[in-house]
């Protein structure tokens, strides 16, 4: 078979790969402590499947415009504006099969090939994968770690800005770290943004988990507007990941050209999904606040038996629902080193713990001397965390 050469620069979302490995252990028998993949274990709120059921009865199962429903785009752009500030319009929304496809829609409208595009890591493997794929050059700029901060490396990341550098990928609330920016940092970085001329992804797929009040965005910086274009979801939020369900916001030349992408990919996303995510914005969220409610005390579960094991230490996360030990020590002292991969098997067979590490995040920087793993605590119960991590502990004192 003769594949295109940009298939060879196709990465993937390896995560995947470590549940599979979880599932072959289990099938021996094994009992397996899930903390590898960002799914949830909760329902989707049953006012939100209600609507979908009558969506279908109601014959909402053929193609619909290719932007999205106008009720959806309506209630998202209000939504929107309500939390961030924005002054978004129904014209300013594409309605997506979830927000993963923005990343892709975002940089084929955006970035020509040999376009430099800065890039967080660790991050969101897909912000690589498609930058390669569609023959951009990522620029990757990192994060300086302390015992209740994970903040962006601002200085390398200017230093790093070229004549070539068009674009700026930044997930606040983000995967794997779990740090939100603060309100100085998005200041920093709108203020490079319009100083550079770039053009921003905004991925905020987790805006609306998080545990401290700091809800703020980057869109609401002067000038931000202009140049961002956010990527959100319903899948995170609403416990909604397989309902495929996102959205490209931003300004209307280039949601234009996004909708003309979904014309050509998918037509349009399913009719009656899009009438579940209207109850979703504007229906009752009892559901949805009880569900963050408890992934914050399964966070704080988790956080205590962390911070006591041996080798381990653990950033407070203020956002989504990971978190990210730094791990050095307990490497260290089983001698790993640096293998990642040896590591997990050993704790995965020893304690039946799933998890990512590092290596599931993008490429790391020369000069990262600190080993992380990352535990999702989306799809595992409060009981399993505390039995799981316990296991854990017993390893690390072993
Ligand atoms: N962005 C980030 C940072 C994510 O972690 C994810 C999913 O894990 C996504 C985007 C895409 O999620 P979805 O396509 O389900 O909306």
Known sequence: MRFSDRVERLGTETAFAVAARAAAHAATGARVYPFHLGDLNFK??????????????????????????????EALAADVNSRRGTSYKAENVSIQPGGKPVIGKFLAALMNPGDEVLCPTPGFPIYESQINFQGGKVVPYGFVSGSDAFRINLEALEKSITPATRLMIVNDFQNPTGAACSPEERKR??????????????????????????????????????????????SKKYAMTGWRLGAAIGPKEIIDVITRMNVNEESCTAHFVQFAGVEALTGDHTEQRAMVEELRRRRDA????????????????????????????????????????AFAEDVLVKTGLSFCTRMHFGTPLPGETRRHIRLAFSGIGIDDIREGLGKLKEYAAS
Request: aromatic fraction near 10%; glycine fraction near 12%.
């Open 44 to 73: 989707t709120p049953g006012n939100i499947v209600r609507a979908a059921d009558k969506a279908i009865a109601e014959g909402k199962t053929g193609y619909c415009p290719n932007g999205g429903i106008a009720p959806l785009r």
């Open 302 to 341: 988790a956080l205590e038996i962390l911070n006591s094991t041996p080798g381990i230490s653990c950033f407070t996360p203020t956002a989504s629902f990971y978190l990210y030990p730094d791990v050095t020590g307990l490497m260290e002292a089983k001698g790993f080193g640096g293998d990642y991969d």
């Open 189 to 234: 970085l709108a203020e490079l943004a319009v100083k550079h001329d770039l053009m921003v992804l905004l991925d905020e797929a987790y805006f609306e988990l998080h545990y401290d009040g700091n809800a703020g965005s980057i869109v609401s910086e002067p000038g931000m507007a202009e140049r961002s274009v956010l990527l959100y979801t319903f």
